[in-house]
């Protein structure tokens, strides 16, 4: 094809033979190979907890019935099926979000309105272990035309975050304020760890961790950005990430106005 663009890699193996390989550089490659290793990724995050489960249960069907045994490995099994539950949800959100891609949300939504209820949802539910989740809106901002669910979704998963990975006993500060250019601005914004500059342009990717045992330990799927970042192209938003290294991440969303886009707004808007 036209745009293939191949490139031939020689490596010698140590048995002195040679190894070629013809790579193929074209913008169809780079969309199947991201494809594959989505799948890979999926698989092997779905095996690790499957396993573990496996394990328990063969082990409590031979260790038999010490009571203390026994509800050890129930509890473990539990939270691995439960690592299991929220990895299978996020991804069908996930393909949910991508098949509605070229369709624009069209529920007037009081982003307002929705952004208290989950944070009440959140201090109610959430660890305690970050301080007060502050909540603020300015009044009389315009609805935005948007799919509740799915911001009710994204908020979620940048609240949920901030709260994973700011510093104990610190706020949490979610903010809404007019759009520079109409529609809202929404920001989230943690006092925690901070994220080193050469992560940010990879945040957004499907299962990409700064800290992958911390983000297991924390309960985290890698997916919650990805769902993020889906939810506001989807919407014709835009996401910005600010952080710094010790001090902490704030996380922005743009969403335009309740205008009605452009007809012909088609597949090409969309960046991936
Ligand atoms: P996870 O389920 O691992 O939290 P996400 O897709 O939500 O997955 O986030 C990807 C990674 O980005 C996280 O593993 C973490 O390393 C980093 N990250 C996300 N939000 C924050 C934050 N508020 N502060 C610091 N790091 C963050």
């Known amino acids: 094809a036209r745009d293939r663009r191949w490139e031939m890699r020689v490596s010698p193996t140590a048995s002195g033979a040679r190894v070629v390989e013809l790579i193929d550089h074209s913008e169809g490659a780079a969309t199947e190979r991201m494809r594959v290793d989505f799948v890979a990724n999926a698989s092997h995050e779905l095996r690790t907890p499957l396993a573990s489960i496996l394990g328990f249960a063969e082990t409590l069907e031979e260790a038999g019935d010490d009571p203390e045994l026994r509800s050890r490995f129930l509890g473990i099994m539990m939270a691995e099926a439960r690592r ?5 949800e996020d991804l069908l959100s996930l393909s949910r979000i991508e098949a509605d891609k070229y369709r624009l949300p069209d529920r007037p939504i009081d982003v307002a309105q929705l952004m208290d209820e989950i944070c009440a949802e959140l201090r109610r539910t959430g660890t305690a272990r970050v301080g007060d989740i502050t909540c603020q809106a300015l009044t009389g901002l315009p609805p935005v035309l ?7 979704q994204m908020l979620h998963n940048l609240i949920g975050n901030a709260m994973k990975y700011g510093r104990a006993g610190t ?3 979610v903010r809404l304020e007019p759009g520079a250019t109409g529609g809202v601005r929404l920001t989230v914004t943690d006092q925690g760890e901070g ?3 050469e992560h940010l342009p990879r945040l957004t990717e499907r299962f990409y961790r700064v800290d992958t045992g911390r983000s297991r ?13 889906h939810v506001v192209e989807r919407h014709r938003g835009q996401l910005d990430i600010t952080s710094r290294v010790g001090i ?13 886009p452009p007809t012909g707004t088609g597949p090409g ?3 991936s």
Not at 146 to 152: H, I, K, V
Not at 217 to 229: D, H, W, Y
């Open 146 to 152: 948007g799919d509740r669910a799915q911001l009710s």
């Open 269 to 271: 808007a969309l960046s």
């Open 217 to 229: 330990s924390l309960g985290g799927t890698g997916l919650g950005l990805a769902i993020v970042k």
């Open 195 to 197: 994220i080193a500059p």
């Open 84 to 88: 299991m539950q929220r990895l299978v």
């Open 171 to 173: 706020p949490v500060d």
């Open 248 to 260: 902490g991440t704030s996380f922005a969303v743009t969403l335009p106005a309740t205008t009605a």
